[in-house]
């Protein structure tokens, strides 16, 4: 994956990729990677005990791939931690955590690193796969008192403002590049999390150790949003989504008034979504929302629940958000 002679002076940068059955994507996200202009990257694939194809696809497109095989589901934080250890003990420059469920322009990595230093982590702009010229929520300013996105950019259009690269406050795991040093710093993902949240709390820490987080336009990706585990959209998702909040809360915010100013905006809406959850026939979800607030206060962390639970209904296969007339992001 490197081109001879230009390697030499390009940073060296691992691709970390985790896979849980996702051969659906798997074909496009492997071309998508070969096209790249990057002289001097390895994709780094950590596999959370997948039953389908996607290894075959993988091995087949991208034959050079590192391929680390887990025996069960670590969930995202448990197999990006295996490839983090990997990648430090390789030792490459940067890593870049990549979702598997998307698409990359052919520039987009050197943009990234171009933008970076070893105190510098870079974000891309994330379109939504499904409708093109529209963003995802992968990167911006966080509220820590409500615990959700100051500004909501989900599904807009991308504004002048919003088009120039600037320092932010947090981005999601979905495409982040990171020096090294940050990572040997800062240390592994939180296993507490298993799945969300657990990149706001990485960026977090990693801003308390002095390390910044910039934001590169120019450099875009497109993203099935939620094709992987579901979001919002499905009872597994919520769940961890619920559950984890609290928690992430906790963890960085110390002020009293201000984590009594976040349980009340918390509650508030969690008993109203619930409520209409409920009048709309939802009663898996609205079961969702009620076993992750109390698992939270039961502490309850780490891998509590699989795919299918705790609604007790199986999860049909998710392509990734799609946005209808009135679509609001959740809080």
Not at 3 to 29: C, H, I, Q, W, Y
Not at 183 to 195: H, Q
Not at 267 to 280: E, K, N
Not at 301 to 330: A, C, F, W
């Amino acid at each position: 994956m490197s081109k001879v002679g230009e390697e030499r002076t390009a940073p060296s940068v691992a691709v970390l990729t985790v896979n849980t059955d996702g051969a659906a994507f798997m074909a496009e996200f492997a071309e998508s990677l070969r096209a790249i202009s990057y002289p001097n990257y390895q994709l780094v694939m950590v596999d959370n005990a997948s039953e389908d194809d996607s290894l075959d696809i993988l091995r087949r497109l991208q034959p050079d791939a590192i391929v680390l095989e887990n025996d069960a589901n670590l969930g995202f934080t448990g197999a990006c931690n295996r490839g983090i250890e990997y990648c430090l003990g390789a030792g490459f420059d940067y890593v870049l955590f990549l979702n598997g469920d998307v698409r990359v322009e052919p520039d987009f990595l050197n943009r990234l690193v171009a933008a970076g230093d070893e105190r510098t982590m870079t974000a891309p702009k994330s379109y939504l796969y499904h409708h093109p010229g529209t963003l995802d929520d992968s990167v911006g300013q966080f509220d820590w008192t409500r615990g959700i996105w100051k500004h909501q950019i989900l599904g807009k259009c991308p504004t002048d403002e919003f088009d120039q690269p600037r320092l932010v406050d947090t981005a999601n795991l979905s495409c982040l590049l990171v020096p090294a040093g940050v990572l040997r710093r800062v240390g592994l993902l939180d296993n507490n999390f298993f799945i969300y949240y657990d990149d706001t709390d990485f960026v977090r820490r990693a801003h308390d150790a002095g390390y910044r987080l910039w934001f590169v336009p120019d450099a875009v990706i497109h993203h099935r949003k939620g094709a992987t585990i579901g979001g919002s959209e499905t009872a597994f998702g919520l769940y961890y989504l619920t559950r984890n909040r609290p928690y992430l809360i906790h963890k960085h915010v110390r002020s009293p008034i201000r984590r009594t100013l976040f349980w009340m905006y918390f509650i508030t809406t969690r008993l109203t979504r619930v409520a209409v959850l409920t009048l709309g026939g939802r009663l898996d979800l609205a079961r969702a929302i009620t076993a992750g607030v109390a698992d939270y206060w039961r502490g309850r962390m780490g891998k509590t629940v699989d795919r299918g639970h705790p609604s007790g209904e199986k999860e049909t296969s998710n392509p990734g958000l799609k946005l209808t007339e009135g679509t609001h992001p959740e809080v």
